[in-house]
């Protein structure tokens, strides 16, 4: 393998509900200091139905050139369809890097498009740099349970591939008016070659804010006894305008359903804030939350674990404490309210 033919940073721009997600935004982001340090360009791949129009953001954000897939095929996500565009594109354009949101379709397109070209590809990443002279990309993550982190290397082949974390990276600010180059593609997949179909999307109506998109995740665990007792959880998200995440034991307790989960085998949260209540801080739940901004933990033992982890420990009975936090944040609001009046 050639390393010379390689060149230029790409980020695959995700569009949810007809908009580029956040992390795509972010990534350009990170993405342009790559490209600067190696005086190579910044390119997104943007694959969906109606979606060109939304190049045009993605040069205020940084983006070079833009390569678009624009197909009733690519109306919702599909690994073979969008797999299938992603590698057509980089056969014929040779990229050094490319970038994924560390979402689940993320994650999902770049393990397919890794194993298919076949390449490495680091997970979860949440610091990325790049040799100016080799253009070796220095992928960063938490390993062993967050007690190391680890850059990953991919020193044999090309492109070289990492998904990155949401909100770890920083957007650019938007130049407006700023151009660049629209390269409008075809790929060669027949609806006939697609082995699932989409019939239907169910939306999680029960939930008002995403947890790994929130500011603000209020979690609860077993130490809440019941499902009636993991309420005050629901009470404190609903005062601050927050997520409700959860523990394992929680969700295996049937109190909540399964994408509120925080952990290894449930979601990674990085809000600005997270509150632990009634959670024990097993390793498990840690990785899911540990890169969050603020911890605060509340539980009723003082060697409980997860005030290792905290940056503000509370030591008491959940069921006296987040009533009056819930007491004081809503004064706090309403004399915001009356101070702005
Ligand atoms: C392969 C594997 C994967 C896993 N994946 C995950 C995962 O993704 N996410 C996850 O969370 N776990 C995961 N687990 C489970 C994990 O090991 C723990 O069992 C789980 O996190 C414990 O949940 P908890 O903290 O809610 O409950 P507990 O460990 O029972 O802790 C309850 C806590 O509440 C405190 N408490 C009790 N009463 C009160 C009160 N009135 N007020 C305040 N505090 C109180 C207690 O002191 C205790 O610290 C996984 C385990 C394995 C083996």
Redesign the pocket.
């Given at each position: 393998m050639s390393f010379e033919e390689y060149s230029g940073i790409w980020v695959f721009i995700e569009v949810k509900d007809g908009e580029v997600v956040l992390v795509s935004l972010e990534l350009l982001g990170a993405g342009k200091e790559l490209a600067d340090k190696r005086g190579t360009e910044l390119a997104g791949v943007l694959i969906g139905e109606n979606v060109t129009h939304l190049a045009a953001s993605l040069f205020e954000y940084g983006a070079d050139t833009v390569y678009v897939y624009d197909d009733t095929i690519f109306k919702n996500y599909r690994t073979e369809s969008y797999m299938k565009a992603l590698l057509e594109c980089c056969q014929k354009y040779k990229p050094e890097v490319i970038l994924y949101g560390a979402t689940s379709t993320g994650k999902d397109l770049a393990s397919a498009v890794a194993t298919d070209l076949p390449t490495g590809l680091t997970a979860d990443s949440t610091i990325l740099d790049i040799e100016e002279d080799t253009g070796l990309l220095l992928a960063s993550r938490p390993a062993f349970g967050g007690n190391i982190m680890a850059t990953i290397l991919c020193k044999k082949y090309r492109p070289q591939m990492a998904t990155v974390r949401p909100k770890v990276m920083k957007a650019l600010t938007p130049e407006p008016g700023r151009k660049g180059q629209l390269i409008e593609e075809t790929a060669s997949i027949k609806e006939e070659d697609i082995r699932t179909k989409v019939l239907e999307i169910v939306q999680f109506t029960t939930q008002k804010v995403r947890i790994d998109e929130a500011d603000i995740v209020v979690a609860g665990?077993?130490?809440?006894?019941s499902e009636k007792g993991f309420q005050v959880v629901h009470d404190l998200a609903e005062t601050l305008g927050g997520a409700v995440g959860a523990?394992?034991?929680?969700v295996e307790a049937g109190w909540v359903e399964h994408h509120h989960?925080?952990?290894?085998?449930?979601l990674t949260v990085t809000p600005k804030i997270y509150f632990a209540?009634?959670?024990?801080?097993?390793i498990?739940?840690i990785v899911?939350m540990q890169n969050s901004g603020l911890i605060i933990a509340?539980?009723?033992?003082p060697e409980?674990p997860?005030f290792q982890s905290s940056h503000y420990g509370i030591v008491?009975?959940?069921?006296e404490i987040v009533p009056l936090l819930i007491q004081q944040f809503k004064q706090a609001f309403n004399q915001e309210v009356v101070d702005h009046v």
């Open positions: 665990g077993k130490g809440l006894g523990s394992r034991d929680v989960q925080v952990g290894q085998t449930g209540i009634g959670i024990s801080g097993a498990q739940h899911g509340i539980n009723n033992d409980a997860i008491g009975d959940a069921f």
